[in-house]
T-cell receptor
Framework: GNSVTQMEGPVTLSEEAFLTINCTYTATGYPSLFWYVQYPGEGLQLLLKATKADDKGSNKGFEATYRKETTSFHLEKGSVQVSDSAVYFCALYNNAGNMLTFGGGTRLMVKP | DTAVSQTPKYLVTQMGNDKSIKCEQNLGHDTMYWYKQDSKKFLKIMFSYNNKELIINETVPNRFSPKSPDKAHLNLHINSLELGDSAVYFC????????????FGEGSWLTVV
C-alpha cells in the first residue's frame, strides 16, 4: 500500500535559518508528490508539487525535488521567517489509490 | 470566491445527536473527498466520490454517511455522535487523475461534549 513518512516535529528554528523537512514514501507505480501547509486555525493549502522523477516543485522560497532513487521529497527553504510557522504535510497521490495519502505532519516553529 | 466551502466551520454538540456538514465546490471538479484530522494533526481519508459515485469508503463507522446530490456537493451526515468523533473534518475536491491538485476547504471543527 501507499505510505508517507516525514520527520517528527516540532522543528524549532531561528529566523533566517535553513530548513529541511524530510519526507520519504512507499507507493506502487509513479505517484505525484505534494507538500501542503496548515497555518494555525486554518485549512490545508497546497505549497508545491512534483509529478514525475527529478521534477522540482517550488513556491514562496520553498523547494522539493522528486527523487525516485531514494523515494524522497524533502522540503527545503534557505531562510525561514516567523510567518512560516505552521504544520507541513507531505503527501502522495497515485491512480492505484485515487486519493491523497498524507504523512503525519511536521510542526515548524520559527522564533524571531 | 471560495473554491471549496464547507459549513459550519465550528460545531459543538452533545453525544448522541445527529449532525451534518455541508460542502460545495465551484471549481468544476469531478471528484470530492472527506478527510478527518485528529487531535495529533494526522489526516486520514474517509470517503471519495467521483461523478456522484462512491469510490473510496475507508474503515469508517456506518454512523457516517456521505451524500453527493451532484458533482459540486458532498455532504457528511453523522448519526449518534460520540466523543471520539471530535476532530476537524476537511472537504476537498479535484479533477480525477494523478498529478491534479486537490483543493481543501477550511475545515469544520467538530466538538462532541
Amino acid at each position: 500500500g501507499n505510505s508517507v513518512t516525514q520527520m517528527e516535529g516540532p522543528v524549532t528554528l531561528s529566523e533566517e535559518a535553513f530548513l529541511t523537512i524530510n519526507c520519504t514514501y512507499t507507493a506502487t507505480g509513479y505517484p505525484s508528490l505534494f507538500w501542503y501547509v496548515q497555518y494555525p486555525g486554518e485549512g490545508l493549502q497546497l505549497l508545491l508539487k512534483a509529478t514525475k522523477a527529478d521534477d522540482k516543485g517550488s513556491n514562496k522560497g520553498f523547494e522539493a525535488t522528486y527523487r525516485k532513487e531514494t523515494t524522497s521529497f524533502h522540503l527545503e527553504k534557505g531562510s525561514v521567517q516567523v510567518s512560516d510557522s505552521a504544520v507541513y504535510f507531505c503527501a502522495l497521490y497515485n491512480n492505484a489509490g485515487n486519493m491523497l495519502t498524507f504523512g503525519g505532519g511536521t510542526r515548524l516553529m520559527v522564533k524571531p | 470566491d471560495t473554491a471549496v466551502s464547507q459549513t459550519p466551520k465550528y460545531l459543538v454538540t452533545q453525544m448522541g445527536n445527529d449532525k451534518s456538514i455541508k460542502c460545495e465546490q465551484n471549481l468544476g471538479h469531478d471528484t470530492m473527498y472527506w478527510y478527518k484530522q485528529d487531535s495529533k494533526k494526522f489526516l486520514k481519508i474517509m470517503f471519495s466520490y467521483n461523478n456522484k459515485e462512491l469510490i473510496i469508503n475507508e474503515t469508517v463507522p456506518n454512523r457516517f454517511s456521505p451524500k453527493s446530490p451532484d458533482k459540486a456537493h458532498l455532504n457528511l451526515h453523522i448519526n449518534s455522535l460520540e466523543l471520539g468523533d471530535s476532530a476537524v473534518y476537511f472537504c476537498a475536491s479535484s479533477l480525477s487523475g494523478s498529478g491534479n491538485t486537490i483543493y481543501f476547504g477550511e475545515g469544520s471543527w467538530l466538538t462532541v461534549v
